[in-house]
T-cell receptor
């Protein structure tokens, strides 16, 4: 079954405590990206990756890092989380040169 | 700068009637448009799309219309069913570099179908 998985699904943490949200896909898609969803703002892209070792900033990259060491995994790293990073995060994948993205189930992050 | 706008945060429709969700965009470089549907506690799922060279695309109960001169697209659902109750996101795509397409989403419209 084609899947995009994210872990954890829910996380409550405190300001400044480093955290990683993992994303994994089994569809062999080259393109992966991270979005955050906030009320009234829709989905905004944080970072994306065209393939292994190729990453670039999206629209709201400040405070986030990513890495793409393997094709199937694209973790999102918050080195020093702040309350304004409280949000619902989605990982998405697609095959290069196609438009349809497949989304993970989401990670709800609360930073106190 | 919101390049893709869904001006109606919510919409309520009677079961069996037509639901019309609207979306406006500002960037004429967008060449592909998509609608995603999102249920609570799930990620968005692809619903239907349309290329900028077309003005209509139909898939079962779902039809997307594109008016390029007005920079406007709409999603029609006929007939509406209770299972259609969800948040609908409009998205627009453009090529930024070879093989890389940037997807920009609207704010979403919450559709509620009343029995």
């Amino acid at each position: 079954e084609a899947q995009v998985t994210q872990n954890p699904r829910y996380l409550i943490t405190v300001t400044g405590k480093k955290l990683t949200v993992t994303c994994s896909q089994n569809m062999n898609h080259e393109y992966m990206s991270w979005y955050r969803q906030d009320p009234g703002l829709g989905l905004r892209q944080i970072y994306y990756s065209m393939n292994v070792e190729v990453t670039d900033k999206g629209d709201v990259p400040e405070g986030y890092k990513v890495s793409r060491k393997e094709k199937r995994n694209f973790p999102l790293i918050l080195e020093s989380p702040s309350p304004n990073q409280t949000s619902l995060y989605f990982c998405a994948t697609r095959r290069v040169n196609t438009d349809t993205q497949y989304f993970g189930p989401g990670t709800r992050l609360t930073v106190l | 700068d919101q390049q893709v706008k869904q001006n109606s945060p919510s919409l309520s429709v009677q079961e069996g009637r037509i639901s019309i969700l609207n979306c406006d965009y500002t960037n004429s470089m967008f060449d592909y448009f998509l609608w995603y549907k999102k249920y609570p506690a799930e990620g968005p799922t692809f619903l239907i799309s349309i290329s900028s060279i077309k003005d209509k695309n139909e898939d079962g109960r779902f039809t997307v219309f594109l008016n390029k001169s007005a920079k406007h697209l709409s999603l029609h659902i006929v007939p509406s069913q209770p299972g259609d109750s969800a948040v609908y996101f409009c998205a627009a795509s453009r090529i930024v570099i070879q093989g890389a397409q940037k997807l920009v989403f609207g704010q979403g419209t919450r559709l509620t179908i009343n029995p």
